[in-house]
């Protein structure tokens, strides 16, 4: 490597005339390439085109969607109008022509000045000036914002409804709010706390209490390991209404549960007084197939929940993906059914409450079936077709009961012999057990053994 050695003052003596020539160039050549950017810089906030197709939405949605797409800044105050309704349909426009059809016929006008658009109001003649800013200026409403319990709340949020002005309140609860319009509306809001509108109307000192926001049970679901909010839950949760789950009849929850849900199947294995049989994705294996039950957060496999009220329940989900083998093992394979009970009573006041329902049972569609002389004609017609098939003949069917011949004979006593048809015994002959005798009757034992029956009932007091 040469090097170059300076002596006296001028340190550039020895250096060579190419090395600082070459110096210049690379100088020159950052010096225009910085100038180039600057430039393509501007011109590409300046020619910034974007596609926007929106329909009846608020000028502030579409000032977003510019900002999103072009990396802009409006800034404007609460003289603007953003919630005037517009319809945009933008292909590949430049970010001005978009800007002039929003406020077109209006006072509003923009200036582009680097990344940032600056919205303002048209200056107008003096004495409609003047006439806009005696109407603009409003009265200054001060007031406190507490809690249920008369605490007061910091960082409470006040904004004129409809507005960008607003302010919060300070450590005590106080706030201070100038340049409110007679006839506004103050929206007050609070993280936790359900949000409140006031008018301010004749009014100008304001007392406000904020109430607790509580959330129901069918804002959040039970998943096992907690709760969480409807729209947070990623997995496969089905939520039954307790509503619409007492509205049916059943003798179990489990039955009321039938149809209430996709993919739960509710059923019964035939045999009486069998417990209810539930199938969530259907049958897995050859073993069990039923699904845990967990009860307050105690699991159990029994699946005669028959002793559990349905009343008593307050809540019951149903967890039917994996996920939920990865809170309860291998035994929630299944499915799982989450069952929450009710509790008492937050005031620590006892009420009471009474419900009764009853279910009857009875034959939906009878079948129509032969009677004593319609059996016997057709048992009698068989006998025939018998004969008939094999080619005997000069004989007829026969019975002991009803004799021989083309057609039976009804006697008027069935014997324990055999009546033969005769229609001549006399009841005096009967005898036991050598010679029983029973009428001859048409009885309709389905008629008989078939009645309405009280089948579901129940009674409680809590």
């Not at 600082?20 to 430039?39: D, G, N, P, Q």
């Not at 109430?211 to 969480?228: A, M, N, S, W």
């Not at 073993?287 to 008593?312: A, F, M, Q």
Request: some cysteine; overall charge negative; aromatic content about 8%.
């Amino acid at each position: 490597m040469k090097k170059f050695a300076s002596s006296g003052n001028n340190p550039w003596k020895d250096v060579p005339i190419k090395l600082i020539f070459r110096v210049m160039r690379v100088t020159l050549i950052l010096l225009f390439a910085c100038a180039f950017y600057s430039m393509a810089e501007k011109a590409t906030a300046q020619d910034a085109r974007v596609t926007i197709r929106k329909n009846n939405v608020q000028v502030s949605q579409i000032l977003d969607e510019i900002e999103q797409q072009a990396d802009y800044l409006f800034i404007y105050n609460d003289q603007i109008n953003v919630d005037r309704k517009v319809t945009v349909k933008a292909k590949n426009e430049p970010v001005s022509s978009v800007l002039s059809g929003v406020f077109n016929d209006t006072n509003v006008e923009f200036q582009l000045e680097g990344n940032h658009i600056i919205l303002s109001v048209r200056e107008k003649e003096p004495g409609v000036k003047m006439h806009v800013t005696i109407q603009q200026q409003g009265k200054t409403i001060t007031g406190t914002v507490v809690d249920e319990e008369g605490e007061p709340i910091p960082g409470a949020s006040i904004v004129v409804k409809g507005t960008l002005m607003g302010t919060v309140t300070q450590m005590d609860g106080n706030f201070t709010l100038p340049n409110v319009p007679e006839d506004a509306t103050l929206v007050f809001s609070f993280v936790g706390m359900k949000s409140r509108e006031v008018s301010v109307a004749g009014r100008d000192v304001l007392e406000i209490v904020l109430q607790k926001e509580t959330f129901g049970l069918d804002e959040v679901v039970v998943v096992g390991y907690g709760v969480q909010t409807r729209a947070d839950i990623t997995g496969s949760v089905a939520v039954i209404d307790t509503e619409e789950l007492l509205a049916s009849s059943g003798s179990s929850a489990m039955q009321q549960l039938q149809g209430k849900t996709a993919g739960v199947y509710i059923g019964q294995s035939g045999s009486p007084g069998s417990s209810t049989m539930v199938r969530i994705r259907g049958i897995n294996t050859v073993n069990d197939n039923g699904p845990l039950y967990v009860i307050d957060g105690v699991s159990t496999r029994n699946p005669n929940l028959s002793s559990l009220n349905p009343s008593d329940i307050e809540s019951m989900q149903v967890l039917k993906d994996a996920s939920s083998a990865a809170i309860y093992g291998a035994q929630a394979a299944n499915g799982v059914i989450l069952i929450t009970t009710k509790k008492g009573t937050s005031s620590g006041q006892p009420t009471f409450s009474y419900n009764a329902y009853y279910g009857i049972q009875k034959t939906g569609n009878q079948y129509d079936l032969l009677n004593s002389d319609d059996r016997l004609a057709v048992e009698w017609k068989s006998q025939q077709n018998s004969f008939d098939l094999r080619g005997v003949t000069g004989i007829y069917p026969s019975h002991p009961q009803f004799g021989s011949g083309p057609t039976p004979t009804i006697p008027n006593y069935l014997t324990t012999n055999g009546a033969q048809g005769s229609q001549n015994i006399n009841p005096a002959d009967y005898s036991f057990p050598g010679n029983q005798m029973v009428p001859y009757s048409n009885t309709d034992w389905w008629d008989e053994v078939d009645r309405t029956g009280i089948s579901l009932k129940s009674c409680g007091v809590k």
